[in-house]
């Protein structure tokens, strides 16, 4: 029995789950629950749980008070759902999270002056990116799902949960293996004259200059891992997700993300855009990569011509035969126009995602390891 089916064996019951009958009540107290406890620890634990380059940024009391509100919630939401539901499975869970978070000492733990680790990981990111990104999707996806029926908990929610998880906590790894490459050879490769020309150009032209810059570059590494049987053993990762929403985007195996985040980074660094634009895409592309996944459905047509939305992405990754090895660009379609690699057929969605033939095990562990086991390639997705 996978985790998944161990955690919906404890949690699931045949009540309903509409709005008022404790389910979504349960599951936010959970949810607030799980962070409030890891928000504890980095309290405990800031050398080795937080990321040093946003330590010393955080304003203490707001994220003392934050933490304690974050309980508080979880209490009152626990206690609803114990209330509303006859089934107290959801509630006392999330009662159980919230007395474990205050036994950890809350929002008061008093912060050691403990010395500066040299490895940490970021358990503070993963707090406020699932924060951000979960509190501006998951409402999307309920209030415009392109298929209600899917429900937050698909099948693969928890792998894909791991991996958000993952891209969060290894961001000291993703540093070393992403950023200081990209940096020195962007560095040792650069011209001085064109940095200069760059650098003069107002920022919103250098933010858009590196949308287009890094999504050229995304669309020679996509196709590279679609084309080459052995990059794509490892970006098959990505393809196997068979339900589409907002986590679906952060099932990508390391060295998928290594090699294709590196190979992004570097234009961007050999031309020497401005910090600011390229902090501001760098946001962008984090948000913008996750709703491109997104079981979300929005009537803009009009604006699908310019830039990726749902529909356009999700073609990418549909089963249909005539949809194999389209759509690679991740914020432009018009690069795949001129690639003559477009395809997305006037107002129909796909029928199914995943690789036809393939099916990976499920967890973040088995699927990292699955890509050295060979296997025939049926289609890129």
């Known amino acids: ?64 008070a934050a933490i304690d509100s974050a309980i508080l919630a979880t209490l009152v939401l626990a206690g609803l759902s114990m209330l509303l539901r006859r089934r107290k499975v959801l509630g006392l869970a999330g009662l159980a999270l919230a007395g474990l978070a205050l036994a950890l000492g809350a929002g008061g733990v008093a912060i050691a002056d403990a010395p500066a680790s040299r490895v940490h990981i970021g358990l503070d990111w993963f707090v406020l990116g699932t924060l951000t990104t979960a509190a501006l999707f998951v409402p999307l996806e309920r209030a415009f799902a392109l298929r209600r029926e899917q429900g937050p908990f698909r099948k ?32 040792a490769l650069a011209v001085a004259p064109v940095q200069a020309v760059v650098q003069a150009l107002p920022l919103v032209v250098q933010f858009a200059l590196i949308v287009l810059v890094a999504d050229l570059a ?58 600011i634009a390229t902090y501001a895409y760098l946001g962008f592309v984090s948000l913008h990569a996750v709703f491109i996944h997104a079981n979300f459905a929005p009537k803009t047509a009009w604006l699908e011509r310019w830039i990726a939305m749902p529909r356009y992405h999700h073609w990418h990754h549909a089963i249909e035969p005539e949809a194999t090895d389209k759509n690679f660009a991740v914020h432009l379609p018009m690069i795949d126009r001129w690639f003559g690699t477009h395809y997305m057929p006037h107002r129909q969605w796909p029928s199914g995602y995943g690789v036809s033939g393939l099916h990976l095990p499920d967890g973040y562990v088995r699927q990292f390891v699955s890509v050295f086991v060979p296997t025939k390639r049926h289609r890129s997705g």
């Open 156 to 187: 693969g929610w928890l792998t894909d949960a791991s991996y958000f998880f993952m891209s969060h906590a290894l961001v000291q790894l993703m540093s070393l293996l992403v950023l200081v490459p990209a940096t020195w050879a962007g560095q």
């Open 218 to 275: 995304q669309y020679a590494v996509h196709r590279a891992f679609h084309a080459v049987p052995l990059l794509w053993r490892f970006h098959r990762v990505h393809h196997s997700v068979e339900q589409m929403d907002w986590l679906a985007g952060s099932r990508l195996h390391l060295v998928d993300v290594i090699v294709t985040r590196g190979l992004v980074l570097l234009p961007i660094v050999i031309l020497g855009f401005d910090p």
């Open 1 to 64: 029995m996978t985790a998944e089916q161990w955690l919906t064996r404890i949690f699931a019951d045949r009540a309903p789950r509409r709005f008022g009958s404790g389910w979504l009540s349960g599951v936010l107290a959970i949810a607030l629950g799980l962070l409030s406890v890891a928000a504890v620890l980095c309290l405990h634990f800031p050398q080795w749980l937080t990321m040093p380059e946003l330590r010393a940024r955080y304003p203490l009391p707001l994220v003392r």
